[in-house]
C-alpha cells in the first residue's frame, strides 16, 4: 500500500525540517506554524505531482485508450479528439492495434489530439487520483519534488534545496529508469518499405 496525500505532505515536511500535520484540513485556529504548513501543502501538491508525473513514464501510471476523431480543425489535419480526463502525458499513439508505428503523423495541442484518422490508440501517462497506487519511486520523486517547492516558500537555503534536487535527479529518476525497462519490453520500429522487401520479398535464409 501506498501513501496517502497526507502522508506524502508529511514526508516533504519533513525533509525541510518542518512539523508534520494531521489533516490538509486548514483549522479555524492552530498554531501559525501548523498553519503555514497546511496551506503550503494544499498550494504546492498538486503541481508537485503532475510535474513528476510529466518529467518521467512511470509504468505504474501508463493507461491505454482508444479514440475516435470526429472534429474538423481549421488547418493542417482533418480530424480531432479530446484527449483523457486524466491525462498528463503522451507515450505514443497508433493507428492500428498491434501498436506497429507506421509514421502516424499527429499533433497534440490545447487539449485535443490532431490527426488524420478516424481512429487512433493512445499510450499515455494518466493522474491517479488515489495516490496510494503509485509505485514506490514514483511517490518518493513526488515528496522531493514538493519538499523542493516548500524549500522556496520557507526560504531555506541553497544547499538545503541542493540535497533534495541530487535525491531526486541524481538517484531517485536514475533508478526508477533501471527498474521500469526491466520490467517494459517492448519493441516498435517504423515501417520500412526497405526493411519489408528483405524480410518479405527477398527474405534470408
Same mark, same amino acid.
Given at each position: 500500500?501506498?501513501?496517502?496525500?497526507?502522508?506524502?505532505?508529511?514526508?516533504?515536511?519533513?525533509?525541510?525540517?518542518?512539523?508534520?500535520?494531521?489533516?490538509?484540513?486548514?483549522?479555524?485556529?492552530?498554531?501559525?506554524?501548523?498553519?503555514?504548513?497546511?496551506?503550503?501543502?494544499?498550494?504546492?501538491?498538486?503541481?508537485?505531482?503532475?510535474?513528476?508525473?510529466?518529467?518521467?513514464?512511470?509504468?505504474?501510471?501508463?493507461?491505454?485508450?482508444?479514440?475516435?476523431?470526429?472534429?474538423?480543425? &481549421?488547418?493542417? +489535419?482533418? #480530424?480531432?479528439? =479530446?484527449? *483523457?480526463? !486524466?491525462?498528463?502525458? /503522451?507515450?505514443?499513439?497508433?493507428?492500428?492495434?498491434?501498436?506497429?508505428?507506421?509514421?502516424?503523423?499527429?499533433?497534440?495541442?490545447?487539449?485535443?489530439?490532431?490527426?488524420?484518422? &478516424?481512429?487512433? +490508440?493512445? #499510450?499515455?501517462? =494518466?493522474? *491517479?487520483? !488515489?495516490?496510494?497506487? /503509485?509505485?514506490?519511486?514514483?511517490?518518493?520523486?513526488?515528496?522531493?519534488?514538493?519538499?523542493?517547492?516548500?524549500?522556496?516558500?520557507?526560504?531555506?537555503?541553497?544547499?538545503?534545496?541542493?540535497?533534495?534536487?541530487?535525491?531526486?535527479?541524481?538517484?531517485?529518476?536514475?533508478?526508477?529508469?533501471?527498474?521500469?525497462?526491466?520490467?517494459?519490453?517492448?519493441?516498435?520500429?517504423?515501417?520500412?518499405?526497405?526493411?519489408?522487401?528483405?524480410?518479405?520479398?527477398?527474405?534470408?535464409?
Amino acid at each position: 500500500m501506498g501513501l496517502s496525500q497526507l502522508e506524502i505532505c508529511n514526508h516533504a515536511l519533513l525533509k525541510v525540517g518542518a512539523d508534520t500535520v494531521d489533516t490538509l484540513t486548514e483549522p479555524t485556529s492552530s498554531a501559525d506554524g501548523t498553519k503555514r504548513s497546511i496551506s503550503l501543502c494544499n498550494t504546492f501538491f498538486d503541481q508537485a505531482y503532475e510535474e513528476v508525473l510529466r518529467i518521467y513514464p512511470w509504468n505504474s501510471a501508463k493507461k491505454r485508450a482508444t479514440l475516435t476523431l470526429t472534429d474538423n480543425p &481549421d488547418f493542417g +489535419y482533418e #480530424k480531432r479528439a =479530446a484527449l *483523457p480526463d !486524466d491525462f498528463i502525458r /503522451l507515450v505514443n499513439v497508433f493507428r492500428y492495434e498491434d501498436e506497429r508505428d507506421q509514421g502516424t503523423a499527429w499533433v497534440v495541442e490545447g487539449g485535443y489530439i490532431l490527426s488524420d484518422y &478516424d481512429t487512433m +490508440y493512445l #499510450k499515455y501517462i =494518466a493522474k *491517479p487520483t !488515489d495516490t496510494t497506487e /503509485l509505485e514506490p519511486l514514483c511517490t518518493n520523486a513526488v515528496i522531493c519534488n514538493l519538499a523542493l517547492k516548500l524549500c522556496t516558500a520557507l526560504q531555506l537555503d541553497d544547499d538545503w534545496a541542493g540535497r533534495i534536487s541530487d535525491e531526486l535527479h541524481g538517484r531517485i529518476l536514475p533508478s526508477a529508469r533501471s527498474i521500469d525497462t526491466m520490467e517494459n519490453k517492448e519493441l516498435l520500429l517504423e515501417e520500412s518499405s526497405w526493411i519489408n522487401s528483405r524480410n518479405f520479398e527477398n527474405p534470408y535464409i
